[in-house]
C-alpha cells in the first residue's frame, strides 16, 4: 500500500496503517526535529511535537491535495515544531521570549539547513531611547557634513536605488553621483571611529 493509501486507512480507525506511518517516518521528524535548537529545551520534547505533527498529517491528509504524503508530513511536522516553539517563547517562559529563528526554510530535501532558536538580549527601554539619541546625534553629524545635493544622492542610494535610478530622480549625472558617494564616504568615515 501506498503512503497514501495508508494514511486513509489510518482515518478509517485502521491502527496498524496508522503506526506504520508512524514508525516509517519517525527518521523524518528526527530530522526536521534536529534543524531546531531550542534554549533551555530538550530535543525529545521537539521530536514528540514532530510525531504530533506526523499524526495530524496521517488523520487529515486528502488524496484531493496536489502534494504527496510525505510532502504533506513534511509541512504538518514543522508547522507543529514551531507552534510549540512559539508557546514555549511566550511570556510564560521569559528565557524563551525572545527567540529567534536564523533559518527560515527547512524541508525534507534541505539537510544541511539548521534552524537556531535562542534568546536574544532584549532592549531595555532605556537602551531605547539611549539609542534614539545616539542616531540623532548620528544623522546631526552626517547632516552637518554632507552638501545638500551629496544628501539626496546618499538617501536615495539608501533606499536601494541604482545609479540610474538616482540620475533619474535627481536630474544629477551619473558620474556625479559617483563622485559625490566617494566624497560621502570620505566624508563619513568618522563614524568608523564611533563603532
Known amino acids: 500500500m501506498t503512503d497514501e493509501m495508508l494514511s486513509l486507512c489510518g482515518q478509517k480507525g485502521d491502527e496498524k496503517a496508522v503506526n506504520q506511518l508512524l514508525c516509517k517516518y519517525k527518521s523524518l521528524v528526527n530530522k526536521i526535529a534536529r534543524s531546531y535548537f531550542l534554549t533551555g529545551g530538550d530535543m525529545e520534547d521537539i521530536v ?3 510525531m504530533i505533527g506526523l499524526y495530524k498529517a496521517i488523520m487529515n491528509y ?3 491535495r496536489a502534494a504527496s504524503f510525505k510532502t504533506f508530513a513534511s509541512i504538518c511536522i514543522k508547522n507543529q515544531i514551531q507552534s510549540a516553539v512559539r508557546v514555549a517563547s511566550s511570556e510564560k517562559n521569559k528565557i524563551l521570549s525572545s527567540a529567534l529563528p536564523i533559518v527560515d526554510n527547512v524541508n525534507d530535501e534541505e539537510d544541511e539547513k539548521i534552524e537556531i532558536i535562542f534568546p536574544s538580549d532584549l532592549p531595555s527601554p532605556d537602551d531605547k531611547i539611549i ?3 545616539t542616531f ?4 546631526q553629524q552626517i547632516k552637518s557634513h554632507l552638501s545638500e545635493m551629496e544628501l539626496k544622492v546618499l538617501g536615495l542610494y539608501l533606499k536601494g536605488y541604482s545609479y540610474n535610478e538616482i540620475s533619474e530622480k535627481s536630474g544629477i549625472s551619473k558620474k ?3 563622485n559625490a558617494l566617494s566624497r560621502i564616504k570620505n566624508k563619513l ?3 568608523k571611529d564611533k563603532e
Do not use: V
Open 131 to 133: 539609542e534614539k539619541e
Open 48 to 50: 514528540q511535537e514532530g
Open 136 to 139: 540623532e546625534e548620528i544623522e
Open 62 to 64: 486528502s488524496s484531493k
Open 176 to 178: 556625479s553621483i559617483d
Open 189 to 191: 568615515s568618522f563614524l
